[in-house]
């Protein structure tokens, strides 16, 4: 298990606002207005023949998108959308934001970020809204910011506050679960309703679709999970905790033998599980204690090889989502209890937010090098053997 440093490093960084949510930017899906225009005039001048691709942008460009604030009131702290920029070569995250969208009075609490580019949602205490990719994107700058869309969300204006956004793999639906209990899920983009239960939960807290998009499991405050068919919009598990189990997050993954599995992080008097079950049989597979505190936030990385925990203490652990067993942890990553965590869309970062105002990118360990140390191991007893044998040979050993 390896151990890394908290606070005070380059991939740390204080923006000044409460962060409650943080997401990765699909940036190479995003379509710019330039790329558009260019895209049309090489159609007119090529008279539809095929031409050569654009040359891609040379460096990589990794965002992050924060969302949080201080709320309603005078207390002086902004609400605000958070663009920053991280650096995997150097490990660094921007001092600065790149871009920040102030939101007035009205708190920015959880989003979704569509994953082909087209924008991202965010709940406020009232309704959500759609905000829209802005920047430019050429050989010669690398701009991007974030600007409220002239679309509006109508369908979810003034249903309150929404806890829970998720939009599934594919983009083509985009789930909302609301404290009220209410749990609608949309047709995107034509926002055509196609699941609206008023009473899915007494609160719903947390929502996931599964990897095909046919499945959406969802958790309230208190009872069980419930996993939802999107083919009938129906009910069809409803899965239990035990003894003194409280559901917190859930995810869905892939294991390595492709059988699904769904992962449920727990809360218990004796601190943080992690519940798994079959998503064939919707029977639960095991449970295991991973922490002595509480999880605050749960995810899993896109390649469904790594599961990441955000404890009340501001710690992180990274853990191997078949063995359970924590890769990396992180003691004191934030000074504050933990409300946020996000793969890259790679795997190879881990975003993590805090209500102490703080965002850190923390690098997954290249399991490589455990390759190249095994290399080195055999590489050494070739020539111990070798050694061995010409000793014998000469007569120094017997």
Known sequence: MRKSKGPDSPNFQKYGVPFYSAAWVP???????????????????????????????????????????????????????????????????????????????????????????DGLVCSFPKSCRWYEWDGEKSEEAH??????????????????QQLALAFNNEGSALAAGGEDGNLRVFMWPSMEIV??????????????????GKY????????PARVWDM??????????KENDEVFSSCRFSESNDTNRVLYIAAVTGRGGSIVTWNTTTWKRM??????????????????GKLLACGTTQGDILILNSTSMRVQTIVRKAHL???????????????????????????????????????????VFFILLAIAVYFMKKEGILS
């Open 336 to 378: 504050g209890f933990v409300t946020a965590l996000a793969f890259s869309h790679d795997s190879r970062g881990l975003a993590s937010v805090s209500l102490d105002s703080s965002a850190r990118v923390t690098l997954i360990e290249d399991k490589k090098n455990t390759g190249g140390l095994s290399l080195w191991v055999i």
């Open 143 to 160: 701009k991007l910011c974030l600007k409220l869309s002239d679309n509006v969300l109508t369908q979810l204006e003034g249903v309150g």
């Open 216 to 223: 959406l499991v969802s958790l309230g405050n208190r009872g």
């Open 286 to 303: 095991g449970s295991k204690p991973v922490v002595r505190d509480t999880i605050s936030a749960f995810n899993i990385s896109p390649d």
């Open 27 to 117: 940036y190479k899906s995003i379509k710019f207005d330039q790329e558009e225009d260019r895209e049309q005039s090489t159609d007119e001048v090529s008279g539809g023949h095929e031409s050569s691709p654009a040359p891609e942008p040379s460096a990589a460009q990794d965002y992050v998108v924060l969302a949080g604030g201080g709320g309603e009131g005078r207390s002086g702290i902004p609400n605000a959308v958070v663009l920053s920029r991280f650096d995997f070569a150097s490990n660094v995250l921007s001092d600065q934001p790149v871009a920040k969208l102030g939101t007035g009075s009205d708190l920015p609490y959880r989003m979704a970020v569509h994953p082909g580019g």
């Open 195 to 212: 699941l609206n239960e008023a009473n899915a939960h007494t609160t719903v807290k947390d929502l996931d679709f599964s990897p095909d």
């Open 231 to 240: 083919t009938s919009s129906t009910v069809v598990a409803s899965l239990s």
